[in-house]
């Protein structure tokens, strides 16, 4: 079946500093991946996304690439700020899978100044 | 401006007593989604409308049920409300259901049964 695992949290970084949160899937056939974001008492939002293999999502500095090689969407971001911190899924969307988003457990970021 | 609105932000409720959660968009989307959202978990999605036709999670009790009048609105009833079902819940939308569309949220709803 379809499935998404994301490295667990809580993550706490330094401002400036760099920020990976892993991210794998399983899935048959090309699904098309998602990374959300959840401030703090808010619901989500569309971080950045990709939709085949080798292309790049980008939004506010974040970056993820579709890696088919090694099933992974990884997110990242070269200098993390408070603002930053909040709740990151990774997701996924296969049209074989009930044509539904399946979600990774969540990833919590605290960015200290 | 807000374009998926949920009413209300928060909401309290008695056990066993219906409640109604509402969400409304402004994006004229053919999706509407319900998902429910409990503490430190994912969203885990109840049902969607497409248009007027509606499909069911097979997961999803029967207590929630849902209710989409028109194009932009969306109603979550929860007919006998037990202390399981305190969570958020998240409306969203879509404009499709391809594998390319994004999905617009809500703020959700907090709902606490006492």
């Known amino acids: 079946g379809n499935s998404v695992t994301q490295m667990e949290g809580p993550v706490t970084l330094s401002e400036e500093a760099f920020l990976t949160i892993n991210c794998t899937y399983t899935a048959t056939g090309y699904p098309s991946l998602f990374w959300y974001v959840q401030y703090p008492g808010e619901g989500l939002q569309l971080l950045l996304k990709?939709?085949?293999a080798d292309d790049k999502g980008s939004n506010k500095g974040f970056e993820a690439t579709y890696r088919k090689e090694t099933t992974s969407f990884h997110l990242e971001k070269g200098s993390v700020q408070v603002s930053d911190s909040a709740v990151y899924f990774c997701a996924l969307y296969n049209a074989g899978n009930n044509r539904k988003l399946i979600w990774g457990l969540g990833t919590s970021l605290a960015v200290n100044p | 401006d807000a374009m998926v609105i949920q009413n209300p932000r928060y909401q309290v409720t008695q056990f066993g007593k219906p409640v109604t959660l509402s969400c409304s968009q402004t994006?004229?989307?053919?999706?509407m989604y319900w998902y429910q959202q409990k503490s430190s978990q994912a969203p885990k999605l109840l049902f969607h409308?497409?248009?007027?036709?509606?499909?069911n999670e097979a997961d999803t009790p029967d207590n929630f049920q849902s209710r989409r009048p028109n194009t932009s609105f969306c109603f979550l009833d929860i007919r006998s409300p037990g202390l399981g079902d305190a969570a958020m819940y998240l409306c969203?939308?879509?404009?499709?259901?391809?594998?390319?569309?994004?999905?617009?949220f809500g703020q959700g709803t907090r709902l606490t049964v006492v």
């Open positions: 990709a939709t085949k």
């Open positions: 409308y497409y248009d007027k036709d509606f499909n």
């Open positions: 994006l004229n989307h053919n999706v």
């Open positions: 969203a939308t879509s404009r499709g259901l391809g594998g390319d569309t994004e999905a617009f």
